[in-house]
């Protein structure tokens, strides 16, 4: 079986042995940068499955980064999770904004790290048809939700949409994706978006569905 590749891109020495020896002992193989210009012709040369990309760097910052790789075909659609100190939180509409699928905070929790990398390439390698978390089954092929061992009903946009966040947990999905993936051409406003979501807390409970300001929603563990 191929490893799957992972790119980090991180100015700091520290970070990236933590993180290459993190990722290598779970099986992967892991290719590193140490700025944002180095990053970017790494990505190019190597197509990595997956990208872990400092948000402040010399050079060339992971926004720039982010928004050149999106701009190149073979590698526009390589998933990309930014590494971001607290204090950078204003950072991060701008990196949805650049294209970025998900941002790690740090310090980084090693085991977090890895479960929020497995699930973007499950994703990536598989067509999900039944997802388990906790206490919630939904199985798209048989349109069937079960919470807590009871069948739940959905209306069709609200399980499609809870399908949706439940694909990457932890994943932070943008309005915008939401709107696309979910209701396609139709064009909606955040309002529809929010009622769907309330419905859906209403039925499953408010603990898992989070609300990321000015962003958007994700499924949380």
Known sequence: ?????ILIVDDEKDILEFLTYNLKKRGYD?????NGQEG???????????????????????????????KISNIATTYIL?????SEDYSELAGFDAGADDYITKPIKPKLLISRIEAFLRRKNSVLDQINIENISINRSEYKLIVNDQLIHLAKKEFNLLYLLMTVPGKVFTREEITDRVWGDLIVGDRTID???RKIREKIG??????IKGVGYKFDI
């Open 1 to 5: 079986m191929t490893k799957s590749k």
């Open 30 to 34: 892991v290719i590193t940068a140490n």
């Open 40 to 70: 970017l012709e790494l990505a190019k040369k190597n197509c990595p499955d997956l990208i872990l990309l400092d948000v402040m760097m010399p050079e060339m910052d992971g926004i720039e980064v982010c928004q050149q790789i999106r």
């Open 82 to 86: 930014f590494l971001t100190a607290r």
């Open 195 to 197: 009622v769907h979501i």
């Open 206 to 211: 408010s603990n898992h569905i989070k609300t």
